[in-house]
């Protein structure tokens, strides 16, 4: 069964740091690019980063350029993202999932409608 587990989420102050796991199990992420998305209440969902299979295209949403980190270890079947200097409009249910990748714009913020997670809930507050 292919399946994704996030976690890493919680409650933090704004200025504040998480780091998010994806762990897949049932097959190897070592041939798709990933992605990370969000959806906070009555808002869409956004995508935040993704990272393509050996690591050399890398993408960000603009609100969180300069303050997150894609990162994966194809080793341990995961992906993270580094959250640093977290605001409030980062709250939201994170989720990992597989996202398309051409050699022209390297992987996409966009899921491949493949298998999600339960998703990490992120409560950024004071």
């Known amino acids: 069964q292919l399946q994704f587990v996030e976690s890493g989420g919680g409650l933090v102050q704004p200025g504040g740091s998480l780091t998010l796991s994806c762990a897949a199990s049932g097959f190897s992420l070592d041939a798709y690019s990933m992605g990370w998305f969000r959806q906070a209440p009555g808002k869409e969902r956004e995508g935040v980063s993704c990272?393509?299979?050996?690591?050399?295209?890398?993408k960000y949403a603009d609100s969180v350029k300069g303050r997150f980190t894609i990162s994966r270890d194809n080793a341990k079947n995961a992906v993270f993202l580094q959250m640093n200097s977290l605001k409030p409009e980062d709250t939201g249910d994170y989720f990992c999932?597989?996202?398309?990748?051409?050699?022209?714009?390297?992987?996409?913020?966009?899921?491949?409608?493949?298998?999600r997670g339960q998703g990490t809930q992120v409560t950024v507050s004071s």
């Open positions: 999932a597989t996202v398309p990748y051409n050699s022209f714009e390297g992987c996409m913020l966009t899921p491949t409608g493949g298998p």
């Open positions: 990272i393509s299979v050996g690591s050399r295209s890398t």
